[in-house]
């Protein structure tokens, strides 16, 4: 059996964005085994309060990495069993890649100055 599974990134380009939902684009990963195996990158569809999570779901996306989220985003993802990273900052890539070897951990940060 493998085990596939897709990690979507909000980024600046290819740096992590800081604060999820004012993200420019998401860098989505198809990783199989531990390993990366495609990328791509879907500019942000805008930020409306809730949609973005859903919006993700519907990607087929099980893992999102970001630098910070609002509350509101991580209880929309926790209610569609999407693992929510949080804390994470630089290359997208490198954080996928961190994220596979067991290296990166959510820090739990949550933006409190923009709760919906």
Do not use: R, W
Request: contains cysteine; negative net charge.
């Amino acid at each position: 059996m493998t085990n596939k599974l897709k990690i979507a990134v909000a980024c600046m380009g290819n740096t992590t964005a800081q604060h999820f939902g004012h993200c420019e684009n998401f860098n989505l990963y198809d990783a199989e085994g531990g390993k990366i195996i495609s990328e791509k990158s879907v500019p942000n569809p805008g930020h409306k309060p809730g949609f973005l999570p859903n919006y993700l779901h519907d990607l087929g996306v099980e893992v999102i990495i970001a630098g910070g989220m609002g509350g509101g985003a991580v209880e929309i993802f926790n209610e569609h069993n999407i693992e929510v990273i949080v804390g994470a900052n630089g290359n997208a890539k490198s954080c996928v890649e961190s994220y596979l070897s067991g290296d990166l951990k959510s820090t739990g940060s949550v933006c409190h100055e923009h709760n919906q």
